[in-house]
């Protein structure tokens, strides 16, 4: 069998480095870290560098011994500090106890993060850090009696079902408290007021299952969509804005962001950045034009360009454009449609490709400064977070620019070279690829170029040329936030911001591209714009005013965790806007015929009906009233069921509009036994006299096409492989769409043009679809109406 050999030199390094390993883990489980925790520590080189850095120097001033409550103050202060250079400064504070909780190391970390520049000033910082500030046990006991008496009604009736939580507010008067102390003061005090625990204090809550928390979830948002704003409010944009949008750092004050890394260059170009903008907001919306946007883009768009707005700001419209062989103009064209139909103009629309030279001499640059190098590995082999190390990492620089050099003119296929970064991103991910041969012409620059920048390289690089002040994306681009300051900061240019907030998503629904052209395929649905899909063409198709979406938008608000709604809230906020927007209307899907036998008059009437019955100073319009009239044929029963309000024997009704109320005289069938027409007669009410229900109709009737929409899912999470095993393809639910092709309506509608929008009275709101034609009609249901279609 053969035998494994390694070299002296192997064997000595790996034996240092266990012995190293070691080292560092008694040192770590010596300041009070489990022996797991300090292994996981470990696994992270930067913070295991800096808290051995930490606790090596803490010793020089305690001695080998650390008590475990620094020790925990060293590991925050190792795993919370972005810059190192003020390290030893922190360390001396803990060390000599003059820090010695963590409100006031929380204070410290947020004073040196807000002032990057030498020297720090020591009178101002233990000023805000709390150095010196002694809090007694006799503060503390009179704070929390204080917040106990405040809640003592609902203590006393909940017990210790009470959210505790709300005990711990003597943190908030008592500022450098220690926590623990506050809480130890609670548990002892709420002891005494109520008494050791009894029976049914012990008693388990019932457990709520997930499908109730989401529900509780989208019922909190109906409260803020139909009880809220949708009763006549409106919100104000920094209402809309609420959330994370709070946090937001002032222009020129970047440093101030957690997590944000200065270098010794950052105040200097902050101070450029500011007479550039004037302290001017810059937002960007920055969409790939591979697709169509969709109710997610809506909340994008809302977001970076309502926050400008608010802010006196202004917001780009920058085209994605790297990848050539996915962009259609189609697409650009259709995302420029969809961010003015929303109501948005861009101060300036912009390309990724217009910055290509200047990206390109960075990228040049980035090589010089032995930050990137050229690289051969296949994709295959870079995909995953857990990827070997590139072979090509270390080669020499001269080498890497004349290989990047040969990609620009050509000299390498598809696939065969790459320029990568040396970083390693938050998730894992090793040096990701710059820039990539692709040898597909571009729809701006043409054959120029052979190769093309990344999003991970163009993205914040793109930022900073427009000098955007808050990059605003989406929690998936949080991973990349990493690379997005590095990649700024190690060419020495003005680093923005990134902020990230939590997708929005629908239930019943897909938006992925790829998903989208499978249905498209598959027939399930004609295109992009089906009224059935939740992208933006789709809903304008469908008949959403963009008001709707926005209001959408504002009141599900701007948060961290991902949003996923139910549409009937969309859906509700449609509602608001038409029922104030959409001129009245009769319409009759399934008519069956009604003669009166006694009409007033030997030609039609002209019957005035009010565009908007709530308020008539809005307008009418005129419709015929013939002696032959269509009304909806389940408005009519021979043999009613009990409840049943509408037209049967001996039961009148009333047409609405007309001021006449019909009374069935004749049933006339035809040779199968189905219903062909009524014949009834018809009066005036007398006084006091109201009929049980008044009925829509039409007389001399346009015949249309409309075609009625249901959710395209059956389940409320397609994709989801638990509740649905067979695909999203699978879920279809074949009732989603039905085409009345002879649908009545009134001729009040027949000068309509595509998108206007209609309520048919008691049917719902309804939308012209461009399948329209001259003398051709076609309208798509938007929403039914609030009431149940069947009430009456």
């Known amino acids: 069998m053969p035998t494994c050999k390694f070299s002296p030199k192997f064997l000595l390094v790996s034996g240092v480095s266990a012995m190293a390993a070691l080292d560092s883990l008694s040192l770590f489980t010596g300041l009070g870290l489990s022996e797991q925790k300090a292994r996981e520590t470990l696994k992270n080189t930067a913070l295991s560098a800096q808290l051995r850095e930490a606790a090596t120097q803490a010793q020089q001033t305690l001695g080998s011994t650390i008590d475990k409550a620094t020790g925990t103050l060293l590991y925050g202060l190792a795993s919370r500090l972005r810059d190192s250079r003020r390290l030893s400064f922190l360390v001396s504070y803990i060390a000599s106890k003059k820090i010695h909780t963590e409100p006031q190391l929380s204070a410290a970390l947020e004073y040196v993060r807000s002032h990057p520049l030498d020297p720090i000033d020591t009178v101002d910082f233990e000023q805000e850090c709390g150095v010196g500030v002694m809090v007694t046990p006799e503060q503390i006991e009179e704070a929390v009696e204080a917040t106990i008496n405040r809640h003592r009604p609902q203590l006393l009736v909940k017990r210790y079902r009470f959210n505790m939580g709300l005990l711990m507010e003597a943190r908030t008067v008592l500022k450098w408290a220690d926590g623990k102390m506050i809480k130890n003061e609670v548990d002892m005090q709420v002891l005494h007021l109520l008494g050791p625990k009894m029976e049914a204090d012990l008693e388990k809550k019932p457990k709520v299952a997930k499908a109730q928390l989401e529900e509780t979830d989208w019922r909190t948002a109906k409260d803020v969509i139909e009880n809220g704003e949708a009763a006549g409010q409106s919100l104000s944009l920094m209402e809309q804005l609420r959330g994370e949008a709070l946090k937001f750092h002032k222009p020129g004050e970047n440093y101030k962001t957690p997590g944000y890394v200065t270098t010794p260059h950052t105040m200097d170009l902050l101070k450029q950045h500011l007479e550039i903008t004037g302290g001017q907001v810059r937002t960007r919306f920055p969409p790939e034009p591979n697709g169509i946007l969709h109710i997610g883009h809506a909340k994008a768009i809302n977001f970076n360009f309502g926050y400008a707005k608010a802010n006196n700001g202004i917001c780009f419209l920058r085209f994605d454009d790297t990848n050539p ?32 030279d200047q990206l ?48 620009r003119k050509g000299k390498f296929s598809e696939g065969e070279a790459t320029l990568r970064m040396k970083l390693v991103m938050e998730d894992g991910k090793m040096d990701p690829v710059a820039y990539r041969v692709k040898y597909t012409p571009h729809h701006r620059t043409g054959d120029r170029w052979c190769i ?50 939590g997708r929005l998503n629908l239930h019943y629904a897909v938006v992925s591209k790829r998903k989208i052209l499978q249905l498209v395929a598959a027939g399930a649905v004609r295109d992009w714009d089906d009224p059935r899909l939740f992208t933006l063409t789709a ?105 049943f309000k509408r037209l049967a024997w001996g039961q009148p009704v009333g047409l609405r509009h007309t001021g006449y109320i019909i009374e069935l005289q004749r049933v006339v069938k035809g040779p199968s036994g189905c219903v062909e027409s009524l014949e009834v007669t018809c009066r005036h009410p007398d006084a006091g006299e109201k009929p049980k229900a008044f009925i829509h109709w039409v007389s001399q009737p346009l015949i249309c096409e409309i075609r009625l929409y249901e959710r395209l899912f059956q389940h409320k999470n397609p994709e989801d492989p638990a509740e649905v095993p067979g695909g999203f393809l699978s879920d279809l639910n074949p009732a989603s769409l039905q085409v009345v092709e002879t649908a ?30 001259q003398g051709q009609l076609v309208f798509n249901r938007t929403v039914t109406l609030k009431e149940d279609p069947g009430k009456v």
Not at 371 to 384: M, P, S, T
Not at 475 to 481: C, P, T, Y
Not at 579 to 586: G, I
């Open 360 to 407: 390109y001499v960075w990228a040049v640059e980035l090589i010089h400064r032995g930050k990137a190098y050229v690289c051969h590995q296949r994709g295959e082999e870079l995909k995953g977070h857990n990827s070997l190390p590139s072979p090509w990492r270390d080669r020499p620089m001269e080498e890497s620019l004349l290989l990047f050099e040969a990609m």
């Open 325 to 356: 062989e996915k962009e259609e103009a189609k697409f650009f064209t259709a995302i420029c449609d969809m961010v003015a139909w929303l109501g948005y103009t861009p101060y300036k629309v912009t390309y990724a490709s217009d910055y290509f």
């Open 539 to 643: 809903l304008r198709r469908r008949g959403f005013p963009p008001e709707a979406v926005n209001n959408f938008c504002a009141r599900v608000g701007v948060t961290v965790a991902q949003t996923t709604m139910e549409p009937h809230l969309l859906e509700a906020c449609v509602r608001d806007v038409l029922n104030d927007t959409a001129p009245r209307a009769m319409a009759v899907l399934e008519s069956l015929r009604v003669i009166i036998t006694n009409f007033p008059d030997a030609k039609s009437l002209d019957i005035q009906v009010p565009n908007f019955p709530a308020d008539e100073t809005k307008g009418s319009h005129t419709v015929p009233f013939a002696p032959t009239v269509f009304i909806e044929r389940t408005d009519f029963k021979e043999e009613p069921e009990p409840g």
């Open 452 to 501: 093309y920048p990344t999003y991970d390289y163009t993205h914040c690089l793109c930022d900073s040329i427009e000098h955007i002040t808050h990059s605003l994306c989406t929690k998936e681009f949080q991973a990349r936030r990493s690379s997005y300051f590095w990649l700024c900061n190690v060419l020495d240019v003005y680093c923005p911001v990134q902020w990230e907030y």
């Open 744 to 773: 009545l309506v009134d001729c009040s509608v027949i000068l309509a043009k595509p998108f206007d929008k209609f309520q048919f009275e008691r049917l719902g709101y309804f939308s012209v679809d461009p399948d329209s034609r």
